[in-house]
């Protein structure tokens, strides 16, 4: 499975963002999805997963609430939602994929190159 992020960019604080993961191989559809983010001078840090059928998501607490995740196995694309975003926000966000639904950055086998997200305020 090969990922790509897309859809970041500059935003003020309170406005919205939409990422993009495009996805490509047929066996997408059975991979479990993520969203991570890293901001300089800090950890890879987990934000929403979406298991293979869209059945169940899984959400950190720092996003809850502002950040929904989607799938559309038809369009082998993973989307990232964001609302109300805030400068603490800013981060390269990476979209990631595995057999479980998981918070677990290290059981991702597969990762995005990264897309940069800048909130100012």
């Known amino acids: 499975v090969q990922l790509q992020a897309s859809g970041g960019g500059l935003v003020q604080a309170g406005g919205y963002l939409r990422l993009s993961c495009a996805a490509s191989?047929?066996?997408?559809?059975?991979?479990?999805m993520g969203w991570f983010r890293q901001a300089p001078g800090k950890e890879r840090e987990f934000l929403a997963a979406?298991?293979?059928?869209?059945?169940?998501?899984y959400y950190a607490d720092s996003v809850k609430g502002r950040f929904t995740i989607s799938r559309d196995n038809a369009k082998n694309t993973v989307i990232l939602q964001m609302n109300s975003l805030k400068p603490e926000d800013t981060a390269v966000y990476y979209c990631?994929?595995?057999?479980?639904?998981?918070?677990?950055?290290?059981?991702?086998?597969?990762w995005g190159q990264g897309t940069l997200v800048t909130v100012s305020s």
């Open positions: 990631a994929a595995s057999r479980l639904s998981t918070d677990a950055s290290q059981r991702y086998d597969y």
């Open positions: 191989g047929r066996t997408f559809r059975s991979y479990a």
């Open positions: 979406i298991s293979w059928s869209s059945g169940s998501t």
